[in-house]
C-alpha cells in the first residue's frame, strides 16, 4: 500500500484547509519544495498535489509551484481545475506522472472517456464525496450524481485508478470513513487510493488490513496529520510502503 503525502497548493503556498474551506486556511510552508524534499527523505516515492486555487476557479494557477515540487525528484499526481486536454498535457510535458480529472469527470465523462484512450494510466479520477453523492468545484457544489452511479461509468470507460475522499472527514483527524472506502472497494476493480480523516498511525494500519482484503486498495492520501506531527511519514513508509 503506497503512502502519498499530500501538499496542497495556493498562491505558491504548502496550506491546508478544513474540509474545504478557503477561510479556513493554515499556511505550513512558503515553499511546497520544501515538504516535499522532507517526504522523499522519509521513504515516500509520491506526492499528491491539489490546486486549490485551480480546483475553485476552474484553471491551474500553481504551475510554478509544481515545478518546485517536481524538482524534489519524486512521481507527482496533480488535480484542482483540471478540465481541458491541452492542460493534461500541459502537465505531463512539465513531468507530472498522472493527473486528477474530479469536476469534469462527473460533468462529462466523454471528456474522461477521450482521455484514457489518448493517456491510458496517467488519467485519475477523483471523486469527492458526502453522504454517498458527488460534490465538485473545490466540494462547493453537491451534485446529483450519486457516488455508486458515477462508479459504474468509470469502471465502463476503464479508468485505472480513483481517489476516493470522504469529505466530511477531511482535515478533522478523526480517523478515515472505513465503510465508505470499503464500499467504494466493491463498487470498482479500479486502484482505490483512500483519502480523509487519517489522523494516527492506526489510522493507516487499519486501511492495510483492509488493503489485505481488497487487493485494489492502492495506497493512502495523508495531509493534516503530518503537518501537526501526529504520525512519522518515515514509519509509515517502513510498515506499510512508500
Not at 505531463?92 to 474522461?112: H, Y
Not at 462508479?151 to 465502463?156: F, G, R
Request: aromatic letters at 6%; hydrophobic letters at 45%; proline letters at 3%.
Amino acid at each position: 500500500m503506497k503512502i502519498y503525502p499530500a501538499i496542497d497548493l495556493n498562491k505558491g503556498r504548502c496550506v491546508r484547509l478544513q474540509q474545504g474551506e478557503a477561510a479556513l486556511e493554515t499556511v505550513f510552508y512558503e515553499d511546497p519544495g520544501e515538504p516535499a524534499g522532507l517526504w522523499k527523505d522519509a521513504g515516500a516515492e509520491w506526492v499528491h498535489v491539489v490546486d486549490l486555487q485551480g480546483a475553485f476557479d476552474g484553471t491551474p494557477r500553481n504551475k510554478m509551484a509544481i515545478s518546485r515540487i517536481l524538482d524534489a525528484g519524486m512521481q507527482v499526481q496533480v488535480g484542482g481545475g483540471i478540465r481541458g486536454v491541452e492542460i493534461v498535457k500541459e502537465y505531463l510535458k512539465l513531468g507530472v506522472s498522472r493527473v486528477i480529472i474530479g469536476t469534469r469527470a462527473c460533468e462529462d465523462p466523454e471528456f474522461i472517456r477521450d482521455l484514457v484512450a489518448e493517456f491510458g494510466d496517467q488519467i485519475v479520477v477523483g471523486i469527492d464525496a458526502k453522504n454517498g453523492m458527488v460534490r465538485t468545484k473545490g466540494w462547493v457544489e453537491e451534485s446529483n450524481l450519486a457516488v455508486a452511479d458515477m462508479v459504474e461509468v468509470m469502471n465502463e470507460i476503464g479508468v485505472s485508478t480513483i481517489i476516493y475522499t470522504d469529505i466530511s472527514t477531511d482535515g478533522m483527524l478523526k480517523g478515515p470513513n472505513l465503510l465508505a472506502q470499503e464500499e467504494m472497494l466493491k463498487l470498482s476493480s479500479a486502484n482505490i487510493i483512500a483519502s480523509g480523516g487519517v489522523s494516527s498511525y492506526e489510522d493507516v494500519a487499519n486501511l492495510a488490513g483492509l488493503a489485505e482484503r481488497y487487493p485494489n486498495l492502492d495506497g493512502v492520501i495523508i495531509g493534516m496529520a503530518l503537518y501537526e506531527g501526529r504520525v512519522e511519514l518515515a514509519d509509515l513508509t517502513r510498515d506499510f510502503g512508500g
